[in-house]
């Protein structure tokens, strides 16, 4: 596609709920990244992937988050058991290349979720 | 590990004036540094990044920034504002490679505004 699409815009959930955050990613875009929007801050690092092996899970906050990305394109971030804290806007981002990149990411337009 | 600040949480410039977004960092080595923006409702867009060379970097818009080493600062730069500059700017870093940090670190963010 023409840029990284995320759906769902907007999800509510009750607390305890499961909830599924997608990204597409730009076409050929080989590293994928997570981040965490709070209100009001910068975007938190959660994950990276390059291709279908996630290099990096540091930034995830409990065991509750769960990313994956199983045939290097499309990705799936999973929150289980909500909470209200993790109520916020979660971001997905493409660079084109891999470990040796000095180029931009791409981001979507983020998914909010709000947790009742 | 890396990291980013940014000072201050809002920038007021009036239009047709230089305006000034500061950041500073701490990283290992030699950084990959870059400004993003993010307008409301939308996913943040690439502005520019210092990854080598001149230490003033050209990007768009009309926004450029100053890699000082001394001063470990990149600050965002445009001679002359317009009202539809107002937006969030995030700064974020990257460490080098090889043995590099491959997740970008943003800081939480300045909030320009633009006065008519």
């Known amino acids: 596609g023409a840029g990284v699409s995320q759906s769902p815009r907007y999800k509510v959930a009750k607390r305890g709920q499961d909830v599924a955050l997608r990204c597409d990613p730009i076409s050929g875009h080989v590293s994928l990244f997570w981040y965490q929007q709070a209100l009001g801050q910068g975007p938190e690092f959660l994950t990276y992937?390059?291709?279908?092996?996630?290099?990096?899970k540091s930034g995830l906050p409990s065991d509750r988050f769960f990313a994956e990305r199983p045939e290097g394109s499309v990705s799936t971030l999973k929150i289980q058991r909500t909470q209200q804290e993790d109520s916020a806007v979660y971001l997905c981002a493409s660079s084109l290349l891999g470990v040796s990149d000095t180029g931009e990411l791409f981001f979507g337009e983020g998914s909010r979720l709000t947790v009742l | 590990a890396q990291s980013v600040a940014q000072p201050e949480d809002q920038v007021n410039v009036a239009e047709g004036n230089p305006l000034t977004v500061k950041c500073t960092y701490s990283v290992s080595g030699n950084p990959y540094l870059f400004w993003y923006v993010q307008y409301p409702n939308r996913g943040l867009q690439f502005l520019l990044k210092y990854i080598t060379g001149d230490n003033l970097v050209k990007g768009s818009y009309g926004f450029e920034a100053e890699f000082n080493k001394s001063q470990t600062s990149f600050h965002l730069k445009k001679p002359s504002a317009l009202v539809s500059d107002s937006a969030l700017y995030f700064c974020?870093?990257?460490?080098?490679?090889?043995?590099?940090?491959?997740?970008?670190?943003f800081g939480k963010g300045t909030r320009l505004h633009i006065l008519p």
């Open positions: 974020a870093v990257r460490g080098p490679p090889p043995n590099r940090d491959d997740k970008i670190i």
């Open positions: 992937f390059q291709n279908e092996a996630q290099l990096d």
